[in-house]
Nanobody, 125 residues
Framework: QEQLVESGGGSVQAGGSLRLSCAAP????????MGWFRQAPGREREGVATILAGGGRTIYANSVKGRFTISQDNAKNTVYLQIDTLKPEDTAMYYC??????????????????WGRGTQVTVSS
């Protein structure tokens, strides 16, 4: 069974940093593009960053550009999300997902079919 496993969440003060990790099965990692999403209570799930298989092209939501960095380690089949200068509004459950190209775009949750269980990020002011 395909499974994505996130780690690295936690409680931090505003201005701090976190690095989230997502470990994927080799087939999933090699044949999909990998994305990070977040969902705060009462809000819709939001795509924040995606990295494409092969060339490693990255796509970011406008709301996180300059503070979030998605990267990958092909030897470990792992995708990372570096979050810097954390803000209280970054508080959310962060999910890793694997997807394929579709008309919704690279940050559209509907294009992603494999999901992890999430890792909580809580930022205090």
């Amino acid at each position: 069974q395909e499974q994505l496993v996130e780690s690295g969440g936690g409680s931090v003060q505003a201005g701090g940093s976190l690095r989230l990790s997502c470990a994927a099965p080799k087939y999933t990692y090699s044949n999909n593009y990998m994305g990070w999403f977040r969902q705060a209570p009462g809000r819709e799930r939001e795509g924040v960053a995606t990295i494409l298989a092969g060339g490693g092209r990255t796509i970011y939501a406008n709301s996180v550009k300059g503070r979030f960095t998605i990267s990958q380690d092909n030897a470990k089949n792992t995708v990372y999300l570096q979050i810097d200068t954390l803000k209280p509004e970054d508080t959310a459950m962060y999910y890793c997902a694997a997807g394929r190209s579709c008309s919704g775009g690279y940050l559209y949750a509907g294009c992603f079919s494999i999901w992890g269980r999430g890792t909580q990020v809580t930022v205090s002011s």
